[in-house]
């Protein structure tokens, strides 16, 4: 059993050793996505092709056959591998369903275990001869039933990976390197074992099978892959997320924050080719990070017009929960935006311009009051009242602006009864004629995205309830309610004896917009309405008995 190796043993133990070396430098880039399979992959694949060539160093037929069962139970392994590693880097892992992972599972073990007790069933091969070529001796053996169904196996599986790979090289310039490497490693074994199975004989040694050989050329292709074009950094996972016809643009991001790829739609509002760039160059600021740009508004110029889109972020995951990329998504709000100025340049001609112009008025209306004539003096009382009223207006209508400003913001706990304390003790100051009674437990909170809302709600509705009120003495009353169990809300009422809000303001505001015959008289209840809904709340109207109203709001209770 002397063991007498040949050039052929030679070679193959160099490309082995290269296959390891790729395995062991590799170890560094095992988190990424697919590079589990990958090096797996390539492990066996150099165990495959020393084991087998070891084997042809032998000179007995029982010697090599020891080596052969032993190369053929990993080699079996590598169909299951190169799919696995096929379906992973192309992020398609919904298809690795039970019954695939079983079938993957199962063909390499049972071909691996019926491989090495070959000699006691003959379901692998039969009739094994040893053949000398010169200096090489090789094995003859007739396939047998489960080698066969084996290599039904492997020839399904194998165009599949093939296919996704060559898929990904048609379908992306950034990938098309890396995968075309990938499959011109592959397919010199693919023919190589090919051509064995089919009886082919193209080499000078017809009983050889040349697939562990054919390995020469793949390791240094997966290795140009991996260390040269960043095989195991970048993987096309998210492809098949993006919508090419999609009006919102999408950039996919491998784990460097660099673009894998992008719809059209993406690269005009960006305004470049962004494919393998990191994607901070197209954002000003000098240090990028995801969570400062997501959920800001990018304003750019997009076909010669002016266009705003909210920028926003997720995390793509592999079906073991890893992080393997993020998605950037651009959504046109132009319109929203269009709004938002043209509220800001509303809120600035009413907050300034009318409120300095009506300041003159009632200015001008104080000389009237001090007039002789008795006349003349109500007239200036009459312009000052209106005047005073148009500067409420304009007050409101700024408030309006700045409810719509904090919609959308993460909310923050806000202890409810202590919060409206102070805006209590100003109204008993306002109205020192009315009762203002209240109950506010201590510690009872909600959630708002800024306490402003809640000053803005309980604020207008004490004044409205008080200023509205016909009686002597007017009466409202303020209670806050915790939350009686877990998913309920947290509710302020606010009670009072006055005649009541008329229907055409509770009619308006049930249908949630006004018209020339159901409107209201003013911007408070409105208002009222805005700064709840923008907390995530609810506002609800009853009629008191016997006289006044009751005005619930229910919010979000907090920590």
């Given amino acids: 059993m002397a063991w007498d190796p040949t050039l052929y043993t030679v070679v193959g133990v160099v490309a082995a050793g290269l296959f390891f070396l790729i395995a062991a430098v590799g170890r560094t880039h095992r988190t990424q996505p697919a590079a589990k399979a990958f090096l797996a992959m390539i492990t066996v694949m150099g165990g495959w092709v020393l084991c087998y ?3 042809l160093g032998f000179t007995t037929l029982d010697a090599q056959l020891v080596w052969q069962r032993s190369a053929l139970a990993i080699g079996g392994i590598v169909p299951s591998l190169w799919f696995l590693f096929a379906v992973q880097y192309t992020g398609r892992g919904s298809w690795l369903t039970p019954t695939v992972r ?24 039969t009739a094994p001869t040893i053949v000398t070529y010169g200096s090489l001796h090789a094995v003859e053996f007739a396939f047998g039933p489960a080698y066969l169904l084996h290599l039904a196996y492997t020839y399904v599986v194998t ?32 023919v190589a074992n090919t051509t064995f199975t089919l009886g082919i004989e193209p080499g000078v040694v017809p009983s050889l099978d040349y697939t562990p050989f054919a390995f020469v050329v793949t390791g240094p292709c997966f290795g140009l892959a991996l260390f040269q074009f960043d095989l195991l950094e970048r993987v096309p996972v998210a492809r098949k997320q993006i919508v090419a016809d999609a009006d919102d643009g999408f950039v ?19 305004g470049a080719p962004i494919e393998g760039n990191p994607v901070a160059e197209q954002f000003p600021a000098d240090e990028f990070d995801l969570g400062t740009v997501s959920g800001t508004t990018l304003t750019t110029v997009v076909g010669e017009q002016q266009r705003a889109y909210d920028v926003t972020h997720s995390t793509l995951s592999d079906d073991h929960g890893q992080t ?18 043209r509220l800001k340049v509303a809120n600035r001609v009413l907050r300034h311009d009318l409120r300095n112009r009506m300041n003159v008025v009632t200015g001008w209306a104080d000389e009237l009051a001090r007039h002789d ?3 003349v003096r109500a007239m200036g009382r009459q312009i000052g009242a209106t ?25 923050e706990s806000v202890d409810a009864g202590a919060h409206v304390e102070p805006l209590v003790d100003r109204v008993r100051d306002a109205h020192p004629e009315a009762t203002v009674e209240t109950e506010l437990p201590a510690g009872t909170t909600v959630l708002v995205p800024h306490p402003r809302l809640l000053t803005i709600s309980v604020e207008n509705l004490l004044d409205n309830a008080l200023e509205h009120n016909d009686a002597d003495r007017p009466w409202v009353k303020l209670t806050v309610e915790p939350a009686s169990e877990p998913g309920e809300y947290t509710r302020l009422r606010i009670a009072d004896g006055g005649p009541g809000i008329p229907e055409a303001e509770l009619e308006a505001l049930r249908e949630g917009s006004e018209t020339p015959l159901k409107h209201g008289s003013g911007l408070g209840l409105w208002l009222v309405h805005w700064a709840v809904t923008a907390a995530g709340g609810t506002v609800t109207f009853e009629e008191r008995e016997p006289r006044g109203s009751v005005v619930t709001l229910a919010l979000h209770p907090g920590d």
């Avoid at 996919?252 to 960006?270: F, G, K, M, W, Y």
């Avoid at 408030?399 to 719509?404: D, F, G, K, S, Y």
């Fill in 324 to 341: 393997v990329g993020y998605v950037l998504q651009f959504r046109d709000v132009t319109d929203r935006h269009t709004y938002q100025q």
């Fill in 159 to 190: 165009p599949i990976g093939f296919g996704l790979l060559l898929f990904s090289t048609v379908r992306s310039t950034l990938y098309r390197t890396q995968a075309g490497l990938l499959l011109v490693g592959a397919i010199p074994p693919l």
């Fill in 252 to 270: 996919v991001l491998d784990q460097d924050l660099r673009a894998v790829t992008a719809n059209p739609s993406a690269e005009r509002i960006l």
């Fill in 373 to 375: 004539a008795e006349d």
């Fill in 53 to 55: 060539a070891v084997g």
């Fill in 102 to 125: 079983a079938l993957m599972i199962l063909d390499p073990l049972v071909f691996g275990l019926l491989a090495l007790t070959n000699p006691t069933h003959g379901l692998i091969w």
């Fill in 387 to 411: 005047g005073d009223e148009l500067i409420q207006l304009g007050e409101q209508v700024r408030l309006l602006v700045e409810t719509a400003d904090y919609a959308g913001r993460p909310t």
